[in-house]
């Protein structure tokens, strides 16, 4: 089943920092931009902001001091530079590089993104781009979107496996 990125599912604590973002024009963009399989960019960085409060949590936890707002309006913004035409269009080897720059762009420009939000928007992507994130919360967003990726594909790969089994089940009944 799709993920379904309406405001019902989101955490209050995401809303309360980052409902701007969920609401703004330039996300409802993003919920017509495919990303990992049959996610698109905003539930993807919907996913991305979940993952990164989990994180959140469990460091508050161990007493280790985090930027929760940052991580997580990063976690929302850090792919936005995707709702480009020219960095969506690109070939996915040059969109790598591309979008996190456009991504920080976009972040300053449209919602006032502070310097530790636009640092961990440019290095999401490492260890592509080999620049290491200058800040907690940019760390947070790594493990977040790797995180997100990894649930996304294997939601992906769980529905194609059941699928299979059905048809492989359907197919015995028939013969
Ligand atoms: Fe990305
Ligand atoms: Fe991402």
Known sequence: MKHDNTNNEVSEDILDVGGDIIDSERFEKARSIPHHFDYDVAAHSLDAA???LLICRILKRLNIPVEQEDAIRASLLH???MTEDEVFLSPPSEKAYTHPEE????????YGANEVQIDAILHHMWPI???????????ILVAADKMSSIRET???????????MQSVTKRRKDT
């Open 50 to 52: 979940e993952c990164a």
């Open 103 to 110: 991504g920080a762009r976009i972040a300053t420009e449209e």
């Open 79 to 81: 792919d936005l530079g």
């Open 154 to 164: 294997g939601s992906y790969a769980a529905r194609q496996i059941a699928q299979t």
């Open 129 to 139: 781009g080999h620049i290491i994130p200058h800040h907690t919360s940019g760390w």
